[in-house]
Every structure is written in C-alpha cells, then in structure tokens.
C-alpha cells in the first residue's frame, strides 16, 4: 500500500510540475484563505489570485508548486 501511494503521489507531482506555465480551464469552488480554489480538467487543484467566483471556469497560470496543487493567476 505504501508504494502505491507513493506511486500516485510521484505522478501527481509530476502532473503538476508538467502543468508549471500552462494555461489551463479551471473550475473555481470557493474562496480560502485570500486565494480562489478549484480543480483543472487534469484534476490539479489550483490556488488563484484575481478575479473570479465560485461555479464559473477560468484561465488560469500556474507559476509555483503549493500544498497538493498549483498557485498561479487568473489570466
């Protein structure tokens, strides 16, 4: 089980880094902490700054690794 979870948690990793600079379509959930939450078509959670409100879908970068996701802009 161990090595299954580290498995998952290397190709996630590597998900997210692949993701680094990208546009991606992210579907925003809620608003925590200063930042915008929600999750890529690639199921990466993304932590944004700008504008934005919960159900709607926007651009978004990702600019650095953070928590179990990304934390970019909207763009």
């Given at each position: 089980m161990a090595r299954a979870l580290a498995a998952a948690e290397a190709a996630a990793r590597?998900?997210?880094r692949a993701?680094?600079?990208h546009v991606a379509e992210v579907l925003v959930?809620?608003?925590r902490d200063g930042l915008w939450r929600?999750?890529?078509s690639q199921?990466?959670?993304y932590y944004?700054?700008?504008a934005a409100s919960p159900g709607t879908l926007v651009r978004a970068?990702?600019?650095e690794e953070h928590?179990?996701?990304l934390k970019g802009r909207v763009v």
């Open positions: 590597s998900a997210r993701a680094l600079e959930e809620e608003r929600g999750y890529s199921y990466i959670r944004l700054d700008g970068v990702g600019s928590e179990d996701g």
